[in-house]
């Protein structure tokens, strides 16, 4: 029998490069899965982040709004000061002032604190209903299970252009 050389070598180079071919799917596969699970996780900690500060902002307005009510407020103080102004106006018009007559009469004052009180309720009541409404949404694995299975499926088992996606 003729045993030859170059086909023996031949055979060899083949069966060198099929599991090279082998060894290299395997990797591109494992850096495919890596890949998308590390920008799977960055996108998910960024859409976190951004939710935790609109959450955040919103409070901060919320409690912004609560603040101008709330007892002792700039709503209270400063309608008080132009009610005592025009009341003042009121008295000196028609020559009271001075007298025990009061500029801002006490029917004024409780619908005041009334107004201020029910506005106050409100603003609470809006923070209390975005605390409530907010809601965390957690990584979707499926959507996650479907980026490995399209990833593994692109020609080189990653996207070109990162490194992984050539073919040998």
Same mark, same amino acid.
């Given at each position: 029998? %003729? %045993?030859?050389?170059?086909?023996?070598?031949?055979?060899?180079?083949?069966? $060198?490069?099929?599991?090279?071919?082998?060894? $290299?799917?395997?990797?591109?596969?494992?850096?495919?899965?890596?890949?998308?699970?590390?920008?799977?996780?960055?996108?998910?900690?960024?859409?976190?982040?951004?939710?935790?500060?609109? %959450?955040?902002?919103?409070?901060?307005?919320?409690?912004?709004?609560?603040? $101008?009510?709330?007892?002792?407020?700039?709503?209270?103080?400063?309608?008080?000061?132009?009610?005592?102004?025009?009341?003042?106006?009121?008295?000196?018009?028609?020559?009271?002032?001075?007298?025990?007559?009061?500029?801002?009469?006490?029917?004024?004052?409780?619908?005041?604190?009334?107004?201020?009180?029910?506005?106050?309720?409100?603003?609470?009541?809006?923070?209390?209903?975005? $605390?409530?409404?907010?809601?965390?949404?957690?990584?979707?694995?499926?959507?996650?299970?479907?980026?490995?299975?399209?990833?593994?499926?692109?020609?080189?088992?990653?996207?070109?252009?990162?490194?992984?996606?050539?073919?040998?």
């Amino acid at each position: 029998m %003729y %045993y030859n050389i170059n086909t023996a070598v031949q055979r060899m180079v083949q069966r $060198i490069n099929q599991i090279n071919r082998t060894n $290299i799917a395997r990797y591109q596969q494992a850096a495919t899965q890596r890949y998308v699970t590390n920008q799977y996780t960055q996108a998910m900690e960024q859409a976190k982040q951004a939710n935790e500060r609109r %959450y955040q902002e919103t409070l901060g307005l919320w409690n912004q709004v609560a603040d $101008i009510y709330k007892p002792g407020g700039t709503f209270g103080r400063q309608t008080m000061k132009e009610l005592t102004a025009a009341g003042t106006q009121r008295l000196v018009g028609a020559g009271l002032y001075g007298t025990t007559v009061k500029p801002v009469s006490a029917t004024q004052q409780r619908e005041l604190a009334d107004i201020r009180s029910g506005r106050y309720a409100t603003a609470l009541a809006g923070k209390a209903g975005a $605390i409530e409404r907010r809601e965390d949404i957690g990584p979707d694995l499926g959507m996650f299970a479907n980026l490995l299975m399209q990833s593994w499926s692109a020609p080189g088992g990653m996207p070109a252009g990162y490194g992984y996606g050539r073919r040998w």
